[in-house]
């Protein structure tokens, strides 16, 4: 059928962005590279669904059937539009340093939490030993690590909230 040919052409685009990038093959979830990607295997197996439904050896009124092809025509056009995004905003500069960097902060940014939360543990833990009137070298450093450490992580938090830059 050319719907699933069409399909096969848009999923060979898709794949090839892993040749482009293969540091999408440890990209975390929920990046919006991934999401992108996601959103499009959802669109191509509904296609395959309904192309499945509306075989001729399954009876389907011809109403009904016309609709499906519409359907499925509406459902190419937006895979073939998400396929597009996909090997535009998916791979990245990773071979050069500047993109290395930038896919490795925004790494370190998925754990911008646990960041916080070991920043806070170290607060916690020099706490008592702040409060004398001489407190030793090692605590004054721990406590300046621990304010580096949350300092970071809240940039890092407001940096995972945008999306990166789309040349990299």
């Known amino acids: 059928m050319a719907v699933l040919a069409m399909l096969q052409r848009y999923s060979a685009t898709v794949t090839a962005v892993w040749g482009m ?3 999408l093959a ?6 919006y590279r991934l999401r992108e990607i996601e959103a499009f295997i959802a669109l191509a ?7 499945d439904q509306i075989s001729p050896s399954r009876p389907t009124a011809s109403v009904r059937r016309r609709m499906a092809w519409d359907d499925l025509d509406n ?3 937006r895979t073939e539009a998400l396929a597009e995004q996909i090997v535009a905003i998916a791979p990245r500069r990773y071979d050069t340093v500047e993109g290395s ?3 490795s902060r925004l790494r370190l940014a998925t754990n911008a939490d646990t960041l916080v939360e070991a920043g806070l543990l170290i607060r916690s833990a020099v706490r008592e030993a702040l409060r004398l009137p001489s407190p030793d070298a090692d605590v004054l450093a721990l406590a300046a690590m621990a304010d580096l450490v949350l300092d970071l992580a809240d940039g890092l938090n407001e940096e995972a909230c945008m999306p990166a830059r789309q040349t990299i």
Do not use: K
């Open 21 to 23: 990038d293969p540091t």
């Open 26 to 31: 440890d990209e975390l979830p929920g990046t």
């Open 45 to 51: 197996r509904r296609i395959v669904r309904e192309v």
């Open 75 to 77: 459902l190419l056009i």
């Open 101 to 103: 960097r930038e896919i």
